[in-house]
């Protein structure tokens, strides 16, 4: 993050703390940080935006001693992989001041030596908020997000946690087990691992990694991650029906539907950009309207490339602009918001006084 920020935002200064000195020098020698900190509060001081980049279960503490020591306006935000247990926490105050972050990317690289500046290009950037979360700071947030080359995408909480739970949780429980699985197979004094093809390791890519992090992931999303895997087992027991059968139909269709459903998740990443629009909503000056509207885009599918917010007065609200892309999205924004009762209009970016 804070390459990225340096190199495509031109940040002048990042202040990085950490209780590895180690940690520290590395992120120093390679241009993460330009200074060291000696504490949280020190590192946040003078800050206009707080990432915190820990294991998910000191995100909340940690959280807090940031938003303690931060000056009026600082955003304190996330990184992590599970988002419900930190935001119910949160007190309305605390709501105004952070906002939950993942970035839905990375490697089985660790350690701050192998950082890149260019991680977060294209990639899907989940932002989850409170009902009295500060509009101008999830306006900051957002554009931050994007400006780093990322998509920043609001989601409800707990959407969140039961989706990774799926994408990106239960594959590394199944790396796992399949690693440890092949791991104890020796035939013929030939151990089962040496044989390993492309295939194998392409499936085991995230096996073995930090322990300390996924086993708190695993117990923060462990009941969304326990159903995956319930339905997971399912799934396998099916197969294993099929193939005590010899079940050819059953087995050739489920490979089939695979290649189908991979095939759709390939071409979402390679959807062509299209001519912006934005879609100009009247909100009321209420808790959780902002939450509201995007969260309903981001479970639409609908990628906001862009928002402001114009408040008017107590009484009248404000207007929220955003900007997508295309004509067929803006389309499905305004009938997304009027089935949520709001009054929303798209034109053309070049017709918009935002342009």
Known sequence: MGLAARERLGVERVLG????????TDALEIGAITDAAGSVEEAVSEADICFIATPVRTIL????QAMAA????????????TKSRIMAALTAREQRHFIGGHPVCGSETAGVKNAREDLYEKATYF?????????TSYERLHGFIAGIGALPTAIDPDAHDRIMALVSHLPHVLASSAMNQVGSVSLDGREALLSAGPSFRDLTRTAGSNPRVWTDIFMENRQWLADACRVHVENIQRITRALDEGDEEFLS??????????????EA????PSELFVVKVPVPDRPGVLSDVTVALGNAGINIDDLSFHRISVDL???LSLVVSGGDTAGRAVSTLKGRGYDAVAVPFSESEVG
């Open 317 to 319: 609200g404000g207007v």
């Open 17 to 24: 703390f950490s209780r590895s000195r180690r940690t520290l």
């Open 70 to 81: 931060t000056r009026p306006g600082c955003i304190v935000t996330d990184m992590g992989s």
């Open 269 to 272: 990443e390679h959807l062509a």
């Open 61 to 64: 503490d940690i959280g807090r």
């Open 253 to 266: 269709e489920m490979i089939i539907q695979a290649a189908d459903k991979r095939n759709r998740m390939l």
């Open 127 to 135: 932002l989850t908020t409170g009902e009295s979360v500060d509009p």
